[in-house]
């Protein structure tokens, strides 16, 4: 027999209901708590308030880990390369570290420090012209490598670190800005799996599984350099 909870029909009406607005909004810190006390405790029927269960006594104990495991869950989808991809822009005026008349050399930390994985880099010459990939060369982690330019640009696509962490203080209304709400859905999944490792093994491990599958199968962006390569032609 299939085991649905009241998360999952909860889950499924909300998403039928969102489809109907004509205004979209985004996820709160506490609709997300809200969220992950349904699913995590199946059996209580007390109407949850989203705006202010972070002052509700009886749920006080359990949102201080719940924040903290949802904050590990987010470092989870930024690891998985699921956060919104960022741009840089490079150009003569941009700070370099090192240069030459061959190679320049940019700190990506000081630049822009929440870089994570670069993706791709593009050139756009003073003409219009445009070249898709431009080999991607990094010393260490933050130092990238690139041919020094006389002009235009270059576009750097990366993955950027997680940066939007929930804290105890933030109102519950506060709208979780960076995580597509898809993924803050199941979420709550990943919170069980974690909370519930020592007092329930296999139900924690069913529900971290559901999260990480979901990361793994969602669709991503297909721009992304699919290999490393060195380009040696002057601009």
Known sequence: MLNITRYEVWLTNSLIHKKKEQKHEMKTKGELIAACIKLMFDNDTNILDPENISDDPEYA??????????????????????????????DTDT??????????????DNLVGDVYRVNNISYQDNYGRYYANVGIRLEGENILVLRTLTAGKYIVTYSPMLTERLTYDMPD?????????????IVPYFVKGD???????????????????YLAN??????????????????
């Open 218 to 235: 969602r669709p991503r962006v297909t721009n992304t350099q699919s290999k490393v390569k060195t380009v040696y032609t002057q601009y």
């Open 173 to 185: 209304n506060y709208e979780i800005q960076t995580i597509a709400e898809d993924i803050l859905d």
């Open 61 to 90: 104990s359990r949102t201080a880990n719940i924040i903290e495991s949802i904050n590990r869950a987010f470092n989870e989808v930024a690891k998985a390369e699921q956060l919104p991809r960022k741009r840089l822009v490079i």
């Open 195 to 213: 909370l519930y490792e020592e007092d329930n093994a296999d139900t924690a491990l069913m529900a971290i599984n559901r999260f990480h599958s």
């Open 95 to 108: 700070e370099y570290e090192e240069q030459d008349d061959y190679y320049t050399r940019y700190n990506l």
